[in-house]
């Protein structure tokens, strides 16, 4: 058996091994917070359906709706995804950090834990400007005018039908 | 067949490889922290990340290219120097191992924060360097049994996952999956070969669900290599398949785990009693 010869080469790294896998499981027995490279493995495995109502985010560069399936996955991911960050990430910082900061208190790592420290002080105008940045060098064109909406779609008849009407990104301030 | 120091340099050039190749795929679509410039994070539910928080890198890199530029080439240095350690068989190889990995821990972590990568992409090689923080056979033989265990524990709980939280059980659940992952495709073009494609499997759901259902069996059937050694060629072709898979169906990039294929590949040589 392997955990025993283990043992009997190095017992420092038969535990060292060991605690990784109960520590590992206790995280994915919890389901909750992990602990890097301690990871949970779940994408994916809840139930999704076809009638389930889909969030698409509509790029406009320019007054024009740029068509995302032009452009590598990659940067097609990154257009879409640094919006979506950007409109949940003061919310979800200060939520992580009250969380995390609660089950640290009793150690004294979370009296070390102050707020500046997790949250951004980026306006809105800044991340704008950084994201025609990125938009300009993946259009490959200079960027004058920048809008984007999510728009809600379900299927219906075999395809994806718009339904409601689109919600504008706040975070992408007004052009001058 | 016993493993020899020959095989510790082959597992190294191809780790480097692996490597190299994930890196300049960031480097060609602007995800690293220099191209990107950030100028916000999110955080993640994480402790180790919380408590790396501390140190307040996370607003260091943010608006600094001095330190983006410092960090992305510590990343892609510290392999290379392990690899060229491992070669020349040099006394500091243990220490650059270790830190090899640390830091690249530190980077999955605060370059996720910036980025829609997540930080379990960068597993393999997080973990890979600890191989060669050894300088016996005998320590690199265990040390990569211990990888290869990690590993399948790794792709079975993924599995076990799609059970608990019932994905398994829903015969609906590629088709939903497929609408989720590729809706802004869809709604973007309407026309091209792989639209079609992705049409005609949410227009089939049982179909899609076979594709989810051989995509979590090959998780399971990953079991096998906690009792054998014998299948793990077998294993080796699925990884390969389940990679290429996601990438292709899922546009999901999975490669940066290629390199735990060396697990599976050098798990075949044996170590000598004598070896220290």
Known sequence: MFLKELWGYSKKLAVGFILFILFWTYINYKQGATAAPLFQYGMYANKYFISDTQQVIELYVNDKNIDLTKYPIADRDLLQTSLLFFRVQKPVNESIYYTIKRILDPVFIGQLMTKDNYTNATTDQEFTDWYKQLTQKIVGYPVNKLAAYEQKYVWQKDKLVPVSSPIKFNCIVANP | MLLTLKHTRQFAAFYCCCFLLNFSWYMYNRLTFAALQPVFFINRLDFTKNILMLTDLQHSLLGSSITCWCFDSLYVGLPILLTIAVYKNMPGKILIAICTAVFTLLYAVFFSSVCYISPEMFI??????????????????????????????????????????AGIFNAEEMAGILLLQHNSYLTSNGTDSFTRFVYWLVQHPLIAYSLYFLGAFSELLFGIGLFTKKYDTILIAALCLFILFDFFL???????????????????????KDDN
Do not use: E, Q
């Open chain 2, 124 to 165: 393999g090689f997080i973990l890979i360097p600890l191989l060669f923080a050894t300088n016996s056979i005998k320590g690199f033989y265990y040390l990569l049994h211990c990888l290869r265990y990690l590993f399948i524990l790794l792709f079975v709980s993924a599995a076990i996952w799609k059970i608990t939280k």
């Open chain 2, 250 to 272: 899922m546009r999901i990039n999975y490669f940066s785990w290629f390199v735990f294929l060396g697990c599976f590949y050098f798990s075949r040589f044996d170590c000598s």
